[in-house]
């Protein structure tokens, strides 16, 4: 089997913020076709993602699937009561652990998976882990849907999805922070707030850029400006000093 070959797959949650991303990187990778696409919400998508079905029935969505997809958020998960056995399970949702989506429903063989919402440009890193009933085309189907989104790493533990939920599964949010900092800093110091702004999302996009291009440890790319001497070599080893 390559990729999802011929596979149906169902995502509950398929009009929300995440499962809508990696639902467009599918479609536009290539990897499904519309019509192998089940997807449920609780709120009408009419005109979302045509050729695919919409249904407010997540058992349905199940019983036409062979993958069912769960984006749900955490606290709505226990409404989504339905007989997956037989069928791989992947979950996105945060913390919520392979014993609890098993006891609930009633599928031996899940990947939990937590891509970040750089996934709506294709651009998420993605580490997942699978049960030990999950098969060899478990595996590869996972890293088909995840790799449609991005970059994406096995796993052999659930502790190290958890872990990642908050360095990887933040996405931008964290490197987004550190940029509104420096745009404040910079709009205090007289910089008028659309240069500022320019300025600083220029350096994201640059540093993303670099960063993709030489495949570097970040640790590298600053000692290499602490070796350089410049103006930034004070700063950078005050704040290692302090323990950034
Ligand atoms: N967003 C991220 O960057 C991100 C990153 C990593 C992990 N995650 C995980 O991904 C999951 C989804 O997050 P999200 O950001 O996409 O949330 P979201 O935008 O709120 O989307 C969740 C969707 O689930 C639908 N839904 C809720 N209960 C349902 C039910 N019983 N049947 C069918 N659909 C139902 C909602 O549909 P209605 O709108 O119709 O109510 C909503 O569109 C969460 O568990 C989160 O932990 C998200």
């Given at each position: ?110 990947i939990r998976a937590l ?11 993605t580490p997942w882990v699978a ?11 996972a ?9 994406a790493d096995e796993l052999t533990q659930e502790r190290q999805v958890d872990y990642l939920?908050?360095?990887s ?76």
């Open positions: 089997m390559t990729g999802l070959a011929n596979l149906r797959l169902g995502v509950v949650g398929g009009g929300g913020w995440l499962g809508k991303a990696i639902v467009q990187c599918l479609l536009d990778s290539g990897t499904i076709t519309p019509d192998r696409l089940y997807l449920s919400s609780r709120r009408p998508r009419a005109g979302l993602f045509p050729g695919a079905t919409w249904t407010h029935d997540n058992q349905l969505l199940v019983d036409n699937s062979d993958i069912v997809l769960v984006s749900v958020r955490p606290g709505d998960f226990a409404a989504v009561e339905v007989d997956t056995q037989g069928k791989l399970v992947i979950s996105v949702m945060a913390g919520v652990s392979f014993a609890r989506i098993q006891a609930q429903l009633h599928s031996d063989r899940i891509p970040n919402a750089a996934a709506e440009v294709a651009r998420s890193h049960t030990p009933a999950c098969t060899d085309n478990d595996r590869i189907a890293r088909t849907i995840f790799e449609a989104c991005g970059k939920a908050a360095i599964g933040t996405g931008p949010a964290f490197p987004a922070l550190l940029a509104d900092a420096l745009r404040r800093h910079a709009i205090a110091h007289d910089i008028p707030a659309e240069v500022a702004r320019r300025a600083v999302n220029t350096l994201l996009v640059g540093t993303g850029r670099l960063v993709e291009a030489q495949d570097r440890c970040p640790a590298d790319v600053v000692d290499e400006f602490i070796a350089y001497q410049g103006m930034l070599t004070a700063a950078l080893e005050t704040m290692k000093a302090d323990g950034l």
